[in-house]
């Protein structure tokens, strides 16, 4: 996605995560708010628009259902795609459903699409959670070999586990050894 100058906008936290190349970052909107400073974001619909500098062509999608959840919260069920040349008029392009599942999931379209605007729209998920969450959007690219001009590469980081059946400590352990006490 980066390679092709996409542009991500969503609601909820870390709409970026949806395209940086990290499957252990996630985007995730509708969720009940954890700590100060976070708000509840509007419960479903939740769209996504990537914006891309020029038309892409494109087979399909890639979605990387977050990682760090084993009640796979956010996942996301039915979905619908639209497509637009300018950002302002679209028009459903597919839709369908997901499993809930850890694996990727790949959504293959009838044709080969070439559009500047992409909008991906969660519109339900499984039993009564609210949210939707994604670790990765990428495209099925079908266009001409993209150069390598990328400086550096993607930092892959640990992310902590969400699940409340889970206690990973306070934090991480120490890298050095305490000093030791003076006989």
């Known amino acids: ?20 190349g990290d499957p252990n970052t ?6 009940p708010p954890r700590g100060r400073g976070r708000s509840m974001t509007a419960l479903r619909p939740h769209e996504v628009v990537i914006h891309f500098p020029k038309p892409v062509e494109m087979t399909g999608l890639a979605l990387m259902p977050r990682q760090n959840d084993r009640d796979h919260q956010g996942d996301i069920r ?4 639209a497509v637009s040349d300018d950002g302002q008029s679209w028009r459903e392009w597919s839709r369908g459903e997901l499993a809930s599942t850890w694996e990727p999931q790949e959504l293959w379209f009838t044709k080969i699409l070439t559009t500047r605007y992409l909008k991906f729209t969660s519109q339900s998920g ?6 939707s ?3 990765e959007l990428a495209v099925l690219y079908a266009g001409p070999k993209l150069a390598d001009n990328i400086a550096a590469p993607v930092e892959y980081r640990r992310s902590k586990s969400t699940s409340t059946d889970i206690d ?10 305490p000093p030791r006490a003076k006989p």
């Open 78 to 81: 039915g979905y619908v795609i």
């Open 1 to 20: 996605m980066r390679k092709l100058g996409a542009t991500v906008q969503a609601p909820g936290d870390n709409a970026n995560a949806l395209i940086d």
């Open 126 to 131: 499984f039993g009564a959670d609210p949210s």
């Open 26 to 31: 996630y985007w995730s909107a509708g969720e």
């Open 133 to 135: 969450a994604l670790a």
């Open 168 to 177: 990973e400590g306070a934090g991480s352990p120490p890298t050095t050894k």
